[in-house]
């Protein structure tokens, strides 16, 4: 997310598709060492979901480095992102445990996206006033 909002939509998705794939690797060695099936839907969620939600912060974003469009990219984009991974979660084809409770695994998923979606964009403007950008600031 926060390189979608320095930067732009292409940083954002290339960058989540990186970490998601980092972080659905890690869980698929976690899934192997407690006796789980790694061939889950929920890896492919951690990929989409991170993947997705730098992507939307970069394009609702457009370059611009006012606050309130920040935040407001930041918490759609981590609110979409959440509800991909929340499908992967409550998906009949999850074999993570999570089970079928919606209303709690909607807790756990979104509220860490709604957080993160009000804190990067601060990281972000606190980059910006130091210059310290990929561009140019106008």
Do not use: C, E
Request: hydrophobic residues 50%; charged residues 5%.
């Amino acid at each position: 997310m926060v390189l979608g909002l320095l930067w732009n939509q292409w940083a954002g998705g290339a960058s989540g598709f990186l970490l998601g794939s980092i972080h659905a690797i890690y869980r698929s060695v976690q899934y192997v060492y407690y006796g789980y099936s790694p061939t889950d839907i929920t890896l492919l969620g951690y990929v989409v979901s991170a993947m997705l939600t730098g992507y939307i912060a970069g394009a609702l974003n457009k370059g611009s480095f006012s606050f309130r469009r920040m935040v407001v990219a930041g918490l759609v984009a981590g609110i979409g992102g959440g509800a991909i991974l929340l499908w992967t979660f409550v998906s009949p084809y999850s074999t993570t445990g999570m089970g079928t409770d919606v209303a709690f695994n909607a807790f756990i998923v979104m509220l860490p996206r709604v957080i993160y979606g009000i804190v990067m964009p601060i990281i972000v403007k606190v980059f910006s006033w130091y210059g310290v950008t990929p561009r140019r600031m106008s």
